[in-house]
């Protein structure tokens, strides 16, 4: 039947398969057969790759591959991951509906969404701690545009932007997808910018971003004029929301959420986090991608998924105003005065579900009864919560609870409408309440009825036959029937012959017909009237989505104080001073997620006017790299208006921090971990201010000793003289505190090292002055390094010394002088 | 009715999951639940936190929370990916089902089996070209054994080890779960392996691995009275391999598929590649975690599942053997100079399944008639490629060909009796030919003419009624009725009434019901005669298994000689002379991943007898590292049969290759980038011998200067006079060359660099000799370092060359000239 060739001469199902997938060019079409999604063609060819699932062919001719749905979300999870689009295309009847159409009909199928890395909605693909977002960026003239949304929790902002601060935005943001124009895309430095963060990338022709044609879709959507009344955008961030919002549309088929108007977020309310410092200091992951060890895995102890995401919004855009972080930090101090508030909140908010990606399930009429049974249950606690928050008077926290709304009614109904209990099996109706409808309680009592009769009839047969093993059963293809032994001959001329199978006999009669008529025809009308209940109540919550996504935002923030409280009593942070001034002091600071491992030694920082570089030396193993690391992490701490691990804190409030520590190399990527040294060291040269935070580990590593050294000195003199940040440098060169010292702001530390019996210990303490010594033999020693080598080590060193180093004269070979 | 307290004031539904969750301790237990797997309790409250999903209650006092069955799959794979076990519980019967045993009987739920990360069998969750791999580790004095299992493709191998091994042992085999005793775990290096390793780790009381108990398990499963007749096995394996069996027994709940035989892996047949080097050289991912960019990205040209897994173990395990390289080498050499037969093979092989995974299923009875159809197509591969082999004289080929076994009677009877075009619906039967029984054909004969019955009586009841618009349609609920539009009355007696709708009219007749019932027969006993057959046909592969699997095995060898022919034609790679010689002397060799990227200038190497360590300076960005690496990948290849992308190779076998190259610092761990590198290099000083490779990069970095250069002076004298390796280091101290002229066999050598108008142009070319420069401050001004900076450094530069560096007199400051 199936010839290769014209159109014509395939079944009539690939034909069905090709004329959807002609209008999903660009998109794997997830083609619904039975129990599978199927791939034809050169999708299939993609997909079996991509999946490592087998080819196989469908007749002659047409590769297929397909995955059984009730795992295909796993699958499509892969796809999403690799960066692919799928469009998924469903049935629409069954194939005994179809049938009856006519002998060999057609199931009717269509396309009911598209996925893709920015747009998911699925609650399994989706991370509930981290919002998914798409991100879209524009350009006209010098100035780029980046605007960015979470569809499945409502959030939607735009900025501006320069190109050098382009990987910074794009690394904060950790968009899973990047739409962006053709042009755009092969341009030099984005290039590297998308190569580095390896998010799916989406592009369109230039076209696709016109100003103009960008404003006349958000009009559209939002149905006004003129874009002036939902703010002051610049064209670039009306071309950046408008491809996005345009982008999404076609995505979703049409079927969009009422979306909420893009925020501007400024670029003077936040502290600038550089892209370095983003991957150095390990804020959302480690640099080898994992989650654990990362500066949020410490500090995050909310309790609900839209306050982790909250947190993390925080983290990547940390306040740049002193009024912000204060009144943060008042409510979290509030918190950690009153304890036992703090624990009853806690508790009330464990069981609040994730209010935003309901909500949006909601709007697009996609979501189930459980979901709804979800939000009354959000509702409820936000209740609780509003009692349990009646006692405080911190103005910030009487604001949120102001925030929460009154959503009594909606809850009553809720409550009243969904059986709880029986939402898991939706699918055969019996979750409504019967009493909220007249109707609906009539038809389920008259099942309930018939399941009696059902028993009494089986009794009644038993007395009839005397077969006392007798029974009604049920199976889905027969319906109801009644089973006995074949051993017996039913002789009753009541009883119609349905089967016989090998050991039993099945029949009907004429009463079984009937009550299964009944039964039937009420279990169809209760699924109906039941559906048509939901319907509405959906419709009603949908009047008050707005209202209800204020309250989520407040639990979220609520959410956020809380768990910033009890990470400063479990974690002993105390309470910093963020103002106007130019400040840096800590007394006694610590690295909070290194201090969780091992015991710590807290060390003081205080980089005041005169004193506004630090240059530390000391040897390996003795802390430095982390003493420059929690300096910057107490800062962002500080930022978001945490609480900080130290005893006291005094930080004049930072435009943007640095950091130049760890290593990584990418020798695939062509670049030697040295150059990525230099391209990070130079990004802060050019661009630190005198309200900066610098940090720099091991300037001029990694090359020779003479130009290694002389680049040192020359960055460590310009962020002195020029940039006038304040800096805390490590290195290794001992010689670069004395050949410094004509800078006369910069201040000299070591790691404080005591040699005992022969043994070294590290004492992790700072103190002023220059490092002696190196110990690297000794740290040798450590990682078990053979005696000879060890020895043979400390005999070069010797000589080195003696011969003034390894500069000097090397004319006379040294000779061994055990072997 | 749920109250809080003792079991039996619990629902019956709570009832029966806790006397479930008493015999799977341990687990995380899926209650099914109609469309839901819930969990309770404890449960409960640890998979909302993992999975983030909300908590909620099932009455009062029992906290729930449930993840729906179509996705459950990828909350499934979540789970398993952070450690966890998890005991499926289904429903055995539906709920109508039960309801007929009572009338409010529960319906009957078990455990079906438990998924644990090593355990693995969902096609979903495993990767394809992967072996998914389950390892226990046993320790019987100061030696340990490790067995490692691939349940889902049918391998078992096992080792002994010494404690120095294990680290490299583990991060070749790459276990997704580890098996191990808690006196093991707490021991202070094998915490540490499990620390970098990540794998999730289960532990069992010592007497768990109990020699004696291990050989009773042993015995029992393979039906043996002593382990003698299966190979010679060291007390520490059988622990190993019988501790492991009695595992995977527990979480397959007895259902196991016949295991073969452990195979024993000496450590004398394969090459040991250190556990830095695995690391550092990016065998299999980079070390940033990604796959592209590793070496297996762009060596494997596999197209088969089977191929691409058999090539990533002989990528960790290559062989030692010289005489089993040339064979391989022999083979690839084959399909090199027989391009068609090489390219008709992998189009042949391309359609050929995972037949591993799928007889795992089939031996576990658990293989669907997609799994079926898909083995046939396997054996009908196999068929093919034996016809396209025939004209192959190569010895090894030969073999090859010998191994694919005689399977056409089993695929005649495959493609006899499985439907290919209907197995995507094997639920609603179809899939089974009429025609190779009898009693079904005579079934599906009946029902198919019932179909056109059902038109005629359609098209009666219109003429009857005069109702054009009137159809018989189907619903789950109903079955068959007749619908007409409600404003018609059916008059006729024989139209009994079922259901009214808003806008319709739903009846049966005597007649329509006979029919359906035919019909409804027709299908029942179509599903079981199918299944019957079909589980004939499945005993009747099983009978075959083992010859198939060694056919599969056959596959795999061969795609991978196949895929190394490829690659060798694409990437311009030669054959290689690998011999027991002690030379290592490759000309024009080249980075097999980076030369993927960029131009790439090929470098010689001649490690001969009298020259056995080169030390190579030179500038950054020059390539000194990507020299290093490519010499160990090329070595690697050569070991695994693999031409090497160079011009020509000659290999004197290696028994171990060490490489310290690369920079990682894992500070949450508390180690500093220096004691990573420091354990590195004291492995390579302890385990190195005559027979190994040696790569070194910068030896001593990271350290002061005196101390640093010491290290690097005593490492390259230990390599040279004690373990005498072939050995290739890099330094940035360009003085190590002179200091280390009094060792004979080293060879100087650097990366040119030509200046031309103040450009500096880096040559990527090695020459004899030792470089001058650096030229770190011209990497500076490339990496965009502001002009005054540079001029700074270069100004510093020059007063340190006269004063004579950084370690002399630093009594008179530097004054700066321009600022």
Chains 1, 2 share one sequence.
């Not at 997909?47 to 062919?57: W, Y």
């Not at 911190?394 to 009614?409: A, Q, S």
């Not at 019996?757 to 700072?766: I, R, S, T, W």
Request: aromatic share 6%.
């Amino acid at each position: 039947m199936v010839k290769v060739g014209d159109n014509t001469e395939y079944t009539p199902i690939i034909r069905q398969y090709k004329s959807l997938k002609d209008q999903y060019e660009g998109c794997l079409l997830f083609y619904r057969l039975g129990d599978f999604y199927e791939l034809f063609f050169d999708d299939a060819i993609v997909v079996s790759r991509a999946l490592d699932i087998v080819l196989t062919k469908r007749g002659p001719g047409t590769p297929m591959c397909g995955v059984p749905t009730h795992s295909a979300d796993s699958y499509l999870g892969k796809l999403i991951k690799l960066g692919h689009k799928v469009a998924i295309c469903e049935q629409l009847e069954t194939v005994e509906e179809a049938r009856k159409r006519g002998y060999r009909a057609l199931v009717k199928r269509d396309v009911v969404r598209i996925v893709t890395p920015g747009t998911l909605l699925e609650d399994g693909l989706l991370e509930a701690s981290e919002n998914n977002y798409l991100a879209c960026l524009s350009n006209v003239g010098d100035n780029y545009g980046v605007a960015w949304m979470d569809l499945s929790a409502g959030i939607f902002n735009v900025r501006s932007s320069r190109l050098e601060n382009l990987d910074s935005e794009i690394q904060r943001i950790r968009p899973r997808e990047l739409l962006i124009s053709d042009r755009l895309k092969e341009q030099g430095e984005i290039e590297l910018i998308l190569r580095r963060h390896r998010c799916a990338v989406t592009s369109h022709s230039e076209s696709f971003f016109d100003v103009k044609r960008a404003e006349k879709v958000l009009c559209g959507i939002y149905g006004v004029n003129t874009l002036r009344g939902l703010g002051n955008f610049t064209d670039v961030e009306v071309s950046a929301c408008g491809s996005l919002v345009e982008y999404v549309r076609t995505t979703q088929k049409n079927n969009l959420p009422k979306l909420c108007y893009p925020k501007v977020c400024d670029n003077k309310s936040c502290v600038l986090i550089d892209g370095g410092a983003l991957r150095n200091l390990e804020l959302f992951c480690t640099q080898s991608g994992e989650k654990e060890g990362s500066l949020i895995s410490v500090i995050d102890k909310t309790v609900t998924a839209l306050g982790s995401r909250l947190l993390k919004r925080h983290l990547s855009f940390p306040s740049s105003c002193p009024h912000v972080i204060s009144s943060r930090q008042d409510a979290v101090e509030f918190f950690v005065e009153n304890r036992n508030v703090c624990e009853n909140i806690r508790d009330i908010m464990r069981g609040i579900p994730d209010v935003e990606r309901i909500l949006t399930r909601v709007k697009m009429l996609r979501c189930s009864p459980r979901d709804v049974c979800m939000l009354g249950k959000a509702l409820a606690g936000i209740l609780r919560l509003r009692q349990a928050m009646l006692v405080v008077d911190n103005p910030m926290l009487v604001r949120i609870v102001g925030e929460f709304g009154e959503h009594e009614k909606l809850l009553k109904l809720i409550s009243g409408t969904i059986l709880e209990n029986n939402v898991s099996h939706a699918r055969d109706g019996g979750f409504i309440n019967p009493m909220c409808n007249a109707r609906l309680a009539t038809v389920v009592r008259i099942e309930s009825e018939s399941d009696k009769l059902m028993q009494n009839l089986r009794d009644k047969y038993r007395k009839l036959t005397g077969i006392g093993s007798l029974k009604i059963a049920f199976n889905s293809v027969l319906g109801y029937y009644i089973e006995t032994p074949a051993s017996y001959k039913l002789k009753d001329a009541i009883f119609i012959h349905r089967q016989s199978l090998a050991h039993t006999m099945r029949h009907t009669t004429a009463e079984l017909r009937e009550l299964e008529e009944t039964i039937t025809a009420a279990k169809s009308e209760i699924i109906e009237l039941e559906a048509q209940i939901f319907r509405g109540l959906c419709l009603r919550i949908l009047e008050e989505a707005q209202s209800i996504e204020l309250a989520a935002n407040a639990v979220a923030e609520l959410d956020v104080l809380v768990s910033l409280a009890r990470l400063a009593v479990e974690n002993k942070y105390v309470r910093p001073i963020v103002d106007d001034s130019r400040e840096f002091a800590v007394k006694g600071g610590r690295h909070p997620v290194v201090e969780m491992g091992v015991r710590f030694i807290a060390n003081d920082v205080n980089l005041s006017e005169n004193n506004k570089m630090w240059l530390i030396t000391g040897p390996n193993m003795a802390g430095k790299s982390t003493f420059l690391r929690q300096n910057a992490l107490i800062a962002i701490l500080a930022h978001i208006g945490s609480f900080v691990p130290a005893e006291s804190a005094h930080i004049g409030v930072i435009d943007k921090i640095f950091s130049r520590v760890g290593a990584s190399d990418n020798i695939a990527l062509g670049y030697s971990t040295f150059m990525v040294e230099m391209a990070e060291t130079a990004a802060i040269l050019n661009q630190a201010t005198d309200r900066s935070l610098v940090i720099l580990d091991e300037v001029g590593r990694g090359t020779g000793i003479h130009d290694g050294f002389s680049i040192a000195l020359a960055v460590i003199e310009h962020i002195h003289d020029v940039t006038r940040s304040r800096a805390i440098c490590a290195t290794h060169y001992h010689e670069l505190p004395k050949f410094s010292s004509y800078l006369k702001n910069v201040q000299c530390f070591y790691m404080k090292i005591e040699e005992w019996q022969g043994q070294v210990v590290f004492l992790h303490e700072l103190v002023t002055g220059v490092s002696g010594k190196s110990y690297g033999i000794y740290v040798a020693e450590l990682a078990g390094f053979p005696k000879n080598v060890l020895e043979r080590a400390r005999f070069f060193m010797e000589e080195l010394g003696e011969s003034g180093g390894p500069n000097l004269n090397p004319a006379s070979p040294m000779e061994r002088t055990n072997s």
